[in-house]
C-alpha cells in the first residue's frame, strides 16, 4: 500500500540525493533535491586527465606498435585517437572455431566462482545487500524496456535478442514482459546456464497453463570473449534486435583479444539500428576512488575492491582487480576504459549513444519507473518498522536521519544504506547502436 507521503532519500559520499514522492489523489509529483554531486561522466573523466596530472589515471598512452598489445597502458602522452586507431583490431578475421576452446587462465576463476554460487532462496530478503540487487534490478529492466520501446516505435516485427553473459537467467522475467519472439542466453558457466535453461522451463510451464505467451529461448554455454557464438546459435543467419551484457563486460578487457572476440559477438548478428545495451563497472568512478585511498584496496562493509596493477600506469587490458561484494562476486575483473571501449565498439559497427553512472541514470528515469520501484522493493523504510535495519550500523543512515531532522512532518522515508549507494554508484549502463553495414572490394566490413 502507498503511503500518503513517500519520502525516498539517496546518499552518496559527501553528496546526498533526495527525492521526494509526494501522492495526491492518484497523481504522483517528483522532488528531486541533489547538492553537489561529484560526477565524472566520460567528458569529466577527459578534461580531468587534461588538468591533473598528477594523479591522472587515464592519460592516453604512447605504444609502440610492437607493444601495442602487451604494454598499453593509460598513462604515457599522446591523443586518444592515435592510440586508439592503432589498435589492432581483428575486423574481418573470422574468430577461432566453435569448438570449445580449453578454458583457462581467468575464465577458469570464473567458472568455478559462478557455478559455486547458490541460486537465490528465502533467505535473499536477510542479505545485506537486498535493496541494492533490488536496485540494480530496477537499472536493467528500465535499461532493457527502453531499448525494446524504441525498437517498438519504429518497427512492427517480433523482436529477437541476445542476453550475452546471461548468469542464472536474473532478466528472464524482464524479457517475459517484454513480448519477445526469441532470446538467445549464452554465459561461461554451464551451471549457470542449466539454472537458467531451468527456470525458463519452468516459466514457460506456467505460461501454459494460462495460456500466456512466453518467448522461445536457447541456451548455450560458451567463453564469449574466446569463440564466435554465432556459431552455435541454432540458425547463425539470424538477425538480432537487441544485445544484452549486463554485470559482464568487463571480463573480457583481460587482452585485446578478448575484448575484440566479446565485442564481435555482441555486434555481428545486431540489424542496422539495432541495440546493444548493458551495465558495467565505471572504470572512471574505480579509479577515481582508487587514487583517492592510500595503497590499492577501498571498499566499505559490503564491497571491497583491491587492485593487481600498477597505480601509476595501469595498462588498457589486463587492468585487474578483484571485487568482493557481500557473498556475490569474487574473481577478478578489468579495467574498461572507455575511449578504448567506445573505439573498439566503432570498429565493430558500434556507435555510443549513452553512458551513464547509475545514479544518472535513476535520476533521469525515476519518474517513468516509479511503479517498478514500488513493486520490487527497491528502498528500505527508515526508522524501520521492525526496529531494525539490514544496515549494521546508525552512521548508515546518517543522510536518512539528517532528512527527518529537517522534516518533522515525515513519518517515514525510503532509502538505500550508505554502503548500498556507495556500490550501486560505482556502475554505469551503455548503450551503442549498430550502423549499416557495407561490403567493400576486399571483401571488409565498413560501416555507415
Ligand atoms: C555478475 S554475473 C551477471 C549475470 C547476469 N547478466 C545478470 O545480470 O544477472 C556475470 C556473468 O558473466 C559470465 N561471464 C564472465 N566471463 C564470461 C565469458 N568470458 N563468457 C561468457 N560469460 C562470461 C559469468 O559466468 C557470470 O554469469
Keep these: 500500500m502507498l503511503p500518503a507521503l513517500g519520502t525516498l532519500i539517496r546518499n552518496s559520499e559527501n553528496k546526498a540525493l533526495e527525492i521526494l514522492s509526494v501522492v495526491t489523489d492518484s497523481v504522483r509529483c517528483f522532488r528531486i533535491v541533489m547538492p553537489t554531486p561529484r560526477r565524472e561522466t566520460m567528458n569529466e573523466g577527459k578534461r580531468r586527465s587534461q588538468d591533473d596530472s598528477e594523479r591522472r589515471p587515464y592519460k592516453i598512452p604512447k605504444i609502440s606498435s610492437e607493444e601495442k598489445r602487451k604494454k598499453a597502458s593509460f598513462n604515457t602522452e599522446q591523443n586518444t585517437s592515435n592510440i586508439l586507431s592503432s589498435l589492432s583490431i581483428n575486423d574481418n578475421k573470422e574468430t577461432k572455431s566453435s569448438e570449445t576452446p580449453v578454458c583457462n587462465g581467468n575464465a577458469v576463476l570464473v567458472v568455478k566462482h559462478y557455478n559455486s554460487i547458490l541460486s537465490e532462496s528465502g533467505s535473499r530478503h ?3 545487500i537486498f535493496y541494492m540487487r533490488n536496485f540494480n534490478n530496477w537499472i536493467k529492466s528500465i535499461l532493457i524496456n527502453t531499448y525494446l520501446t524504441r525498437i517498438r516505435s519504429k518497427y512492427v516485427h517480433p523482436i529477437n535478442a541476445l542476453d550475452i553473459c546471461c548468469g542464472k537467467g536474473g532478466d528472464l522475467f524482464k524479457w517475459k514482459t517484454g513480448y519477445m519472439k526469441k532470446l538467445i542466453f549464452v554465459d561461461l558457466a554451464d551451471v549457470s546456464v542449466r539454472e537458467c535453461q531451468n527456470r525458463y522451463e519452468n516459466i514457460l510451464r506456467k505460461c501454459s497453463w494460462n495460456k500466456e505467451h512466453l518467448f522461445a529461448a536457447e541456451f548455450i554455454t560458451a567463453d564469449c570473449t574466446k569463440e564466435q557464438i554465432r556459431k552455435k546459435f541454432k540458425d547463425p543467419s539470424i538477425s538480432l534486435d537487441m544485445v544484452s551484457c549486463q554485470f559482464a563486460f568487463h571480463y573480457c578487457f583481460e587482452s585485446l583479444e578478448q575484448a575484440e572476440c566479446m565485442m564481435k559477438n555482441a555486434s ?17 568512478e574505480l579509479v577515481s576512488r582508487w587514487h583517492r585511498c592510500d595503497g590499492n584496496t577501498f571498499g566499505n562493509d559490503i564491497y571491497n575492491v583491491e587492485f593487481l596493477c ?9 587492468a585487474k582487480y578483484y571485487f568482493q561484494l557481500e ?17 573498439l565498439a566503432s570498429k565493430f559497427g ?4 549513452m553512458f551513464e553512472r547509475f545514479d544518472k541514470f535513476y535520476e533521469d528515469k525515476m519518474v517513468d519507473g516509479v ?5 520490487i522493493n527497491v528502498f528500505e523504510c527508515y526508522p524501520p518498522w521492525n526496529g531494525r535495519t539490514l544496515g549494521k550500523a546508525e552512521k548508515d543512515y546518517e543522510h536518512a536521519k539528517k532528512y527527518m531532522q529537517t522534516h518533522p512532518n515525515c513519518r517515514d522515508i525510503g532509502t538505500l544504506s550508505q554502503p548500498e549507494w556507495e556500490v550501486v554508484s560505482l556502475y554505469a549502463v551503455f548503450a551503442f547502436q549498430k550502423k549499416k553495414t557495407k561490403w567493400n572490394n576486399e571483401g571488409k566490413p565498413e560501416y555507415v
Excluded at 269 to 283: H, S, V
Excluded at 350 to 353: C, N, Q
Excluded at 371 to 375: A, E, T
Design 268 to 284: 555481428e548478428c545486431l540489424k542496422p539500428e539495432g541495440y546493444f545495451i548493458g551495465t558495467i563497472p565505471n572504470a572512471y
Design 371 to 375: 511503479n517498478l520501484l514500488r513493486k
Design 126 to 128: 536477510k542479505s545485506r
Design 327 to 343: 557473498g556475490v562476486v569474487n574473481c577478478p575483473e578489468f579495467l574498461v576504459y572507455l575511449p578504448v571501449f567506445i573505439k
Design 310 to 318: 600498477d597505480k601509476t600506469n595501469p595498462p588498457l587490458f589486463g
Design 350 to 353: 558500434l556507435e555510443l549513444i
